[in-house]
C-alpha cells in the first residue's frame, strides 16, 4: 500500500466551493489537498453565466478555470479521483480515493455538489449518448438542423436549454409536469416567451423512450392527464429535472441530513454535526440559492473554520507534547 499522505486541510470536489475553500486554505498556510475527478462541477458545464460578479457574459468553463489558475498560484496539490470512503482515525480523518491514495487530514471539507436526477426509465441508460443527454450547453451543438429535440424540466436549466436548443433545432417541446413555470427566474421567463419555436407542453410527464441500440432515440410517449398517452418524433432528449445531494461520505460519516431538503445540515460557519467535518455548496442547506457566487462563499467561509479547527487541535496536540506526566518530577 502506498504511503499515506498527512495535510491540514483535505477539500473534497473541483467545483467552486472547493476552489475557494482552496484559495483561502492555502493563503491560511495550512498543508491543503483537493481530491475530484469532475473538474469545475456544475459551473463548468453549466453553459455562458451572466450573474458572476465581475465577470459578464464569460463561459462556465472558463470561469472555473480562472478559479483554478488562482488556486494553482498557490501551488496546491490536487489529487484527480473521487473520494470514496471517510472514517475517523484518531484525532485526524482518513480518506480513501479511487486511485488507492489515503489522507490523513485534521479538517475535511466536503464541497462534492449534487447527482443530476434521471428519469429512471427502461432503455435511459443504453441511450445515454445516444439521444439522451443530461446537459443541453454541452450537446446543444449536436442538434443543428435535427427536426426536433425536448428538454424535461422546470427550472432555470431546463429554460435556459430550451432556449439555446432553439437556436439549433427546429422545433424544441419544453416538458413540465406541473401547469405552470414558477421557479425560474423572470428574465429567463421573458426570453423563453419570446423564442416562437418552444412549445411548452404543461402537466406533461415522459412515459417511454422508443428507439433501438441501432437507431437510437427516435421519439418519446408522453402522458398528460386529459389526453392521455401520445408520441413525439424527437431527435434527442435532454433531461434538466434537477439534481440530488452526493450523501455517499455525508451517510458514512453519519453528518446530519435536513430532513425537508435531504441536503446536509450546516450551521452559519458551515460546520457539519460532526467536529472536523465542514460542507459547502449545494450539497448543503446554507441558503436556497444554488449559484456559484453562493458555493464560492461558502468555500471561503468553510476554509475558516477548518482553519481555526486545525489550529486548535495542533494546540491541542503541541500541550500533550510539552506537559510532564502525572506522578514524574521536574527536577
Known sequence: MSEVKQVDVLI???????FAAGLYSSRYQVETLIAGEQFGG????????????GQPDIDGFDLMMKFKEQVDKLETPTEYSNVTAVEKNGDVYRATLENGTQVDAISI???????????SLPKEEEGTGN?????????APLYRNKKAAAVVGGGNAAVEGAVLLAKYAETVYLI????????????????LDQTDNVKVLYSTEVAELLGSDDAGLTGIRISQPWEGQDELTIDGLFVEAGADPR??????LGLEINP?????????????????????????????????????????I????????VLEVKSGWQEAATSTPAGVSGD
Do not use: F, M, W
Open 12 to 18: 473534497v470536489g473541483q467545483g467552486a466551493a472547493a
Open 42 to 53: 456544475e459551473t463548468a458545464i453549466g453553459g455562458t453565466i451572466e450573474n458572476y460578479p
Open 109 to 119: 471539507i466536503l464541497a462534492v455538489g449534487r447527482e443530476r436526477r434521471k428519469l
Open 131 to 139: 439521444g439522451v443527454s443530461y446537459c443541453s450547453t454541452c450537446d
Open 176 to 191: 413540465y409536469r406541473r401547469d405552470k413555470l414558477t421557479r425560474p427566474e423572470p428574465i429567463l421567463l421573458k426570453v
Open 247 to 252: 450523501l455517499e461520505i455525508p451517510n458514512q
Open 260 to 300: 425537508d431538503t435531504g441536503e446536509v445540515h450546516v450551521d452559519k460557519a458551515l460546520n457539519t454535526s460532526v467536529q472536523g467535518i465542514y460542507a459547502a455548496g449545494d450539497l448543503t442547506d446554507g441558503t436556497e440559492l444554488k449559484q456559484t457566487i453562493t458555493a464560492a462563499a461558502q468555500g471561503a
Open 302 to 309: 468553510a476554509a475558516l473554520s477548518a482553519y481555526q479547527h
